[in-house]
Each structure stands twice: as structure tokens, then as C-alpha cells.
């Protein structure tokens, strides 16, 4: 009898990830179009987005962008028209009316640009913050002590027998979302929460925020036109024409002393169907337009301008895309340099 081989057999293909297994938000090529008086509007044009449990990100982009489109659809407030959302295992494109409404109470919290959408004026503080759960059926012991923690929390325990005219705007905005996260959301989705704050009331409720998702571990999507919200939040997500287009990271290094130095590190986010969009002010110095040269290189993708079109004065002029997306500077010898107008 031949003996037996002892050499393994193939191995099985490893099982593919799907797109944010991992994630709590996924949006996977979401596009939202809207008619109005025959003219069709792209509010959305494929947009990808990840965000994981535990995450304290910003959504920032100018009015147009599509930021207020996506975050009422991750508020279950409307439907895209193509693509695909998931907020904690929920897929919001196939809810029934009656499943939107249990998802807006137990899934994700909600607040309000305007101060006085958040909270009932005739109620008080305590009783704003009560309110949702007992539309939860939350037991009145357990109400009555979960909104006393979330006011001390949110350090606006002196406002629980106040009515929100009696309170500033800080507080109000401070005690609204203690009324967001009373149902223990996975999800605070916050739109412009600071919009009619000074700026230092808007670091104070921002400092809010951050204290909610450190102290309960709730995941939370700041939407605003301020890109100073970066300096804010540790994950910052640019929005331009409908889709993601650069990713700001504050990251934090230690020296030998032990002297923590704080610094923002920017990213272009190249999508699943791997387009990337160059900023205008890297693009225009080089006449870049209509359309670009590329090179792959071990380390890097060269980006150069079109030298056949009037551009061609630009030649020799590179712009290359780091393997570790490593800022730099634009030079004729092609130094690395971070990328971010579509390619």
C-alpha cells in the first residue's frame, strides 16, 4: 500500500469582510435625489461612511454639501434613494413607518440646532429629561434617577426645577441632550448643536459632548458648517458635492518628559469605487483640470497635470499620493504630499 501523503491539503479561500461588518453607522454608496419643479437635485452621490461604537466624530461641510440630508437619514427622518444605511444592525432603507418611530426612541438620541425643538418650554428640566422615558415605560424610581444623573453629568443639576425660559442657551442645549441619551441610545446625532451659541458657550456644550461619550459610552455624530469642531473631536469627516472627501485626525504624541502635544493629521478618503477628490487649492497652482496623468509607484501614486492640454506649462510639476497619506510639500522632484476635486 503507498504510504500516505503527509502534505496539507489546499487551504480554504479566507471568508471576505463584508463593507462595516465591524461598524455601528454604515453607508455604502448612499445617493439621495430630490425633484422640485421637474429639476432633479443629487442632494447625495455615493457616499461612503464608517463609524465605529464608541466614536466621537464630526460631520462638517458648507450648506449644499448633503450633510443635513445624511443626518436625516441616519435620524430615520427620511429614505435614501439608492445605496445602502445600517445604524446598529438596523437597515434603514426597509423600515415601515412603525418601526422608524421605535427606532427614533430606543436607537439613537437626537438634538436640535434651535434651543427651543429640544426641550417642552412648560416643562422643567427634570421633567424634559423624564418625559422620553416614560414614553419608554421606564419605571418612575429608575426616571426620576437616571435624569437626576444625567443633569449632575452634563453639570446642569441647578436647572432641574427651571423651565427652559429661565435657563441660558449652554443650558438649555446642555440639558437637551441629557433628554437625547434618557433611553440609553446607541446613537446621539447632534445638528448644529452649537449653530446659536458664542463660541465660548459652544466649547462648553461641546465639552458636553464629550463627556457623554466618554461617561456612557454613546456614539456621537456632530453635523456643522464649523471646521474649527476638529480641534474638538479626535475624527473629523469633510463632506463636498455629496460625498466624503477628507478625513482630519487629532492625534496625540508624548514626549520623554511626559508632555502630551495634540495635532491634526489630514487624510483624503478615497471611496469604494476609488475616487478621490483633489482640493482646488493643490489643483489649481498645478493647472490641473479635466483630466490627469497617473503613476504607479512601489511607494506612492504620482498625480500628474495634463502636459498635452494649455496645462503643459506645468509639466515636471508633480504631485504624489504617500502610501501612509505622509504630508509634504509640491515640488518639480515630485515630494510626497497629501491629496484629497475628484480624480
Request: net charge neutral; charged share 20%; with cysteine.
Amino acid at each position: 500500500m503507498a504510504p500516505r501523503s503527509t502534505r496539507p491539503g489546499p487551504q480554504a479561500p479566507p471568508a471576505r469582510t463584508a463593507y462595516g461588518e465591524d461598524a455601528l453607522i454604515v453607508c455604502d454608496r448612499l445617493v439621495r435625489i430630490y425633484t422640485a419643479d421637474g429639476i432633479e437635485v443629487q442632494a447625495l452621490q455615493g457616499l461612503d461612511l464608517l463609524v465605529s461604537e464608541g466614536e466621537l466624530t464630526a460631520l462638517v461641510g458648507p450648506s449644499g454639501s448633503g450633510k443635513s440630508t445624511l443626518v436625516n437619514i441616519l435620524a430615520g427622518l427620511d429614505a435614501p434613494t439608492a445605496g445602502s444605511v445600517r445604524v446598529a444592525e438596523t437597515d434603514l432603507a426597509g423600515m415601515s413607518a412603525r418601526e422608524r418611530l421605535t427606532y427614533r426612541r430606543k436607537t439613537i438620541g437626537f438634538i436640535w440646532q434651535q434651543t427651543s425643538r429640544n426641550l417642552l418650554p412648560y416643562l422643567t428640566g427634570q421633567q424634559n429629561v423624564t418625559l422620553p422615558m416614560r414614553f419608554g415605560r421606564v419605571g418612575r424610581r429608575d426616571r426620576r434617577s437616571r435624569a437626576t444623573e444625567l443633569l449632575e453629568i452634563l453639570s446642569v443639576a441647578h436647572c432641574a426645577d427651571r423651565t427652559p425660559g429661565q435657563m441660558s442657551g449652554g443650558e438649555q442645549q446642555r440639558t437637551a441632550i441629557a433628554v437625547a441619551i434618557a433611553n440609553r441610545p446607541q446613537v446621539l446625532l447632534a445638528d448644529e448643536p452649537t449653530g446659536e451659541l458664542d463660541s465660548a458657550t459652544a466649547a462648553d456644550v461641546f465639552g458636553a459632548l464629550r463627556t457623554v461619550n466618554a461617561e456612557t459610552g454613546v456614539t456621537v455624530l456632530i453635523v456643522t458648517h464649523d471646521s474649527a469642531v476638529s480641534a474638538q473631536v479626535r475624527r473629523t469627516v469633510a463632506i463636498r458635492d455629496g460625498r466624503t472627501s477628507v478625513e482630519t485626525l487629532r492625534q496625540t504624541t508624548t514626549d520623554e518628559h511626559g508632555r502630551a502635544t495634540h495635532h491634526m493629521v489630514e487624510y483624503a478618503v478615497l471611496d469604494r469605487a476609488g475616487r478621490l477628490q483633489l482640493p482646488r487649492e493643490m489643483t489649481q497652482p498645478l493647472g490641473m483640470r479635466d483630466r490627469v496623468r497617473l503613476e504607479s509607484e512601489p511607494d506612492h501614486i504620482g498625480v500628474w497635470p495634463d502636459a498635452s492640454g494649455a496645462a503643459g506649462t506645468a509639466a515636471g510639476t508633480a504631485r504624489t499620493v504617500g502610501a501612509a497619506g505622509t504630508a509634504g510639500t509640491v515640488g518639480a522632484a515630485g515630494t510626497a504630499a497629501t491629496t484629497g476635486e475628484e480624480a
